[in-house]
């Protein structure tokens, strides 16, 4: 009778048998992982009428219905764009990625079953790192309710316990893989730092292992590409001295791409920044609107309070940050690691996605590592890096943003004119043809100096100064005259830094607020822009300005801060901002060369 149907019908009831019960039923489950999407085996196996009616092959509008009823799709739309000549996500590959996540999170339900994840492949990460990035509601479901066929709050514990804490037992720093950098993004994502929601020990586990990939700057990364080349793609490979010792700086830019499987085709990108995911982990301690002081994990005082916290909420559930509650935030992060896995070719992103993103006042901390400890780290002692002490201080933050460009032809005119003038005087008294001949010669020297300031034949921006001093020429203190004991006074140092980081720019101009948008949307003007930084702030150790540039093939924002009107030392602070709101990067020394190791410590930030 089921086959006397319209191919309609039967498919209407395919769908509404996979969908989730209201409580768990008996029977076979779609892959055998999952009680919330029901599999149609037994209405397949019926005939083979019915079969070629619904199977996966036949009918794939059927399971992308499935899979867009059970998990969110306005992300994967929004990334691969609206225009006309962008590629759509077909049924079958709806179809393709349904599977796939079935496989895994089959896979994943037979580890926790047995108590055993050493053995999680790749793609079991990617799976649960996707899943979170593109949630809006449906996704995180299938990781952490009740009934969800794999739960993703005890996989953390175990993958600690089992992979994470072993590894801080071997001679030799932990890898920087993969897999490991998707964990630390995922622990970040779904776990918040408050310790009335999760057990103090476990909170003390995770901070243990993840003090290599936060203090050994020297040997995990957190850019895409060496902080050293300002402009991106190099377009052939830079010459870079060989490693001599362990003093020398790894410079060398990489292609860090990875193929992974991503609804029905293989795309490249690269993995997650591992020592960002433990910087964002290991400092910060938002738990809503509340904030709590970051001690030492040794404190009598604070280990009996956490002690209380967690007698007294033994067995509550983890607190879920709402950084996994909006996909939105996470569009340009994911974008980036597709864009800028090729430092050597990639074209990165553009400068339009940086729009606006660092404006506004930054609130966060920076934290210290001993320094008698990050020597005795970069000698080779793992004890040090394990057990050697750290702080962390508050700042503030102010930010402005400023495009500008190469300067316009009007502009090139009226400074060539200038400079010819005098010979013109002198030449007044010649005859009529050679001052047409001057005139030509005045000409052809305005259309050269025009093309050289097209943005079409602009190779890469004019800074001259050193990669420690943010490109900009190292002879030039801040602007400290108006000072920052106010807020009129601040505004008029604001205005001074800027003047001065144009100056230093040579042949570029302030890009106007009205003519902006329009460059931005024209892919051949906005090629030649070029994105400012200029702030001013305070912390423990007083006032300060900020002076950088952000490289627009990444994102990564370098900015000197220089502490005023007390000198109290220049530091260079690296970084980029993730999940829409948070700036999470590293600080370094300006004396060390660049080409050397120096001294670093973490920062986190958040927009007020």
């Known amino acids: 009778m089921l086959s006397e149907l319209p191919e309609e019908v039967l498919s209407l009831v395919a769908f509404h048998l996979c969908q989730p019960p209201t409580r768990p039923l008996p029977g076979p489950v779609l892959g055998d992982a999952s009680r919330w999407i029901a599999s149609p085996t037994n209405l397949l196996r019926t005939s083979r009428l019915i079969n070629s009616v619904i199977s996966p092959t036949a009918n794939p509008e059927l399971y992308a219905r499935i899979f867009r009823a059970n998990f969110d799709t306005a992300a994967v739309f929004r990334r691969l764009g609206d225009g006309p000549s962008t590629r759509k996500i077909r049924a079958r590959e709806m179809t393709a990625e349904l599977k796939r996540r079935v496989r895994a999170l089959s896979r994943l339900r037979e580890m926790m079953d047995r108590k055993e994840v050493q053995r ?19 996704n995180l479901e299938h990781l952490t309710a009740p009934a969800a066929p794999f739960q993703l709050y005890e996989f953390i514990d175990l993958y ?53 990939y936060v203090f050994a700057s020297h040997a995990y990364t957190i850019f895409l590409a060496p902080w050293t080349i300002n ?46 995911g433990a910087i964002l982990n290991f400092f910060d301690r938002r738990c809503g609107n509340r904030s709590y002081r970051a001690d030492d994990e040794d404190e009598d005082d604070d280990m009996e309070d956490d002690e209380d916290e967690e007698d007294s909420d033994a067995g509550s559930d983890l607190v879920v940050k709402r950084n996994i509650l ?61 057990e050697g002490q750290y702080g962390e201080q508050r700042q503030v933050w102010r930010l402005v943003e400023t495009y500008v460009r190469v300067k316009r032809a009007r502009d090139v005119e009226l400074e060539v004119k200038k400079e010819v003038k005098p010979k013109v005087e002198e030449e007044m008294y010649t005859f009529e043809e050679d001052e047409g001949e001057w005139q030509e010669e005045e000409n052809d020297q305005a259309v050269e100096q025009e093309e050289e ?16 001093n ?23 140092t604001l205005k001074e830094t800027l003047v ?26 906005e090629s030649g822009l070029e994105l400012l930084l200029t702030g001013t702030g305070h912390s423990a150790w007083g006032s300060f300005i900020l002076r950088g540039r952000v490289r627009a093939w990444d994102g990564m924002a370098s900015m000197v801060k220089e502490y005023s009107p007390d000198s109290r030392g220049k530091w ?9 709101d948070t700036m999470v990067g590293r600080w370094r020394d300006t004396f060390t060369p660049e080409e050397y190791v120096g001294y670093e410590g973490a920062f986190i930030l958040s927009r007020r």
């Open 326 to 386: 909006n996909s939105a935030i996470h569009d340009r992060d994911f974008i980036r690691l597709t864009k800028c896995h090729d430092p050597i070719h990639g074209a990165g992103m553009s400068r339009k996605s940086w729009r606006d993103s660092f404006n506004g006042v930054w609130e966060g901390n920076f934290s210290f590592f001993d320094f008698d400890a990050f020597k005795a780290m970069l000698a080779g002692q793992r004890k040090a890096l394990y």
């Open 120 to 138: 999680i492949g790749e793609e079991e990460m990617w799976v649960i790192y996707v899943m979170l990035v593109e949630n809006d509601g449906k």
């Open 500 to 525: 001065q980081q144009v100056e230093a720019i040579e042949g570029y101009e302030v890009v106007p607020e009205a003519e902006l948008d329009a460059m931005l949307d024209n892919p051949d003007e």
């Open 160 to 212: 600690i316990t089992q992979v994470m804490e072993p590894i801080c037992l071997l001679s030799v720093m932990p890898p920087d893989g993969a897999p490991q950098a998707l964990f630390t993004w995922i622990l970040w994502l779904v776990l918040s730092h408050c310790p009335s929601a999760e057990h103090f020990s476990s909170r003390l586990s995770r901070l243990y292992v993840l003090r290599p």
């Open 470 to 492: 943010a490109g900009f020429p190292a002879d030039s203190p801040p602007t400290t005259r108006a000072g920052l004991a106010s807020a009129q006074a601040e505004e008029e």
């Open 453 to 468: 300031a097209s943005p079409r034949n602009r190779t890469k921006l004019p800074l001259k100064g050193p990669s420690t």
């Open 231 to 276: 402009d991106l793609p190099t377009n052939s490979a830079p010459d870079v001295a060989p490693m001599g010792n362990i003093f020398v700086a790894d410079l060398k830019p990489r292609q860090t791409g990875v193929e992974v499987e991503w609804y029905g085709r293989r795309i490249k990108l690269s993995p997650p920044q591992l020592a960002q």
């Open 572 to 580: 260079i602070y690296r970084g980029y901002i993730v999940a829409g």
